[in-house]
């Protein structure tokens, strides 16, 4: 089974690589987005609302529980989040392994980054929140880009593809 980690900025164009992949999606955004097509609001208003009253926390749940589901099924599945830290990124490999040791799966980790010019980030973004009334602030754009590490093998990747 094959699962592929994405790693990079908001923008940078991990979720549209993503559809392109042919696997099953395993992210946090999926259910802010349910939500906000529930509540009829927009995807900013519906994250909102999911952390001031402690939601993204049963979206995370989720998550995880989708991941065990295709690791379960033997389906293969991209994990579409930021990714951005070395340490974040060793702990979820390790999850990951000792999931399909569960299930007495054998699961290939490949990693894609994605090292997208600055510029082009702040272009997207402001595409998709005029397009998707999905923005980021910019000062949690500049975190990530000050957190962001890139991936190395030593983390526990079978492969890495740069994008």
């Not at 993503?18 to 955004?29: F, P």
């Amino acid at each position: 089974m094959l699962t592929t980690i994405l790693v990079g900025l908001s923008g940078s164009g991990k979720s549209t690589h993503a559809k392109t992949l042919g696997q099953v999606i395993c992210s946090t955004d999926k259910y802010v987005e349910e939500q906000a097509r529930i509540l009829g609001v927009s995807y900013d208003n519906a994250f909102q609302m999911s952390q001031s009253i402690h939601l993204f926390k049963k979206f995370t749940k989720y998550f995880y529980e989708d991941i065990e589901y295709c690791i379960k099924n033997n389906k293969n599945f991209v994990i579409d989040r930021t990714n951005l830290g070395s340490e974040m990124r060793c702990s979820l490999i390790s999850k990951l392994r000792e999931m399909a040791r569960k299930y007495g799966k054998k699961i290939i980790i490949k990693g894609v980054y994605f090292v997208t010019p600055e510029n082009v980030i702040w272009q997207r973004l402001e595409h998709r929140k005029v397009i998707q009334s999905k923005s980021i602030p910019a000062m949690l754009v500049e975190e990530q880009i000050e957190k962001y590490e890139l991936p190395t093998i030593e983390e526990g990747f079978d492969y890495l593809i740069k994008k």
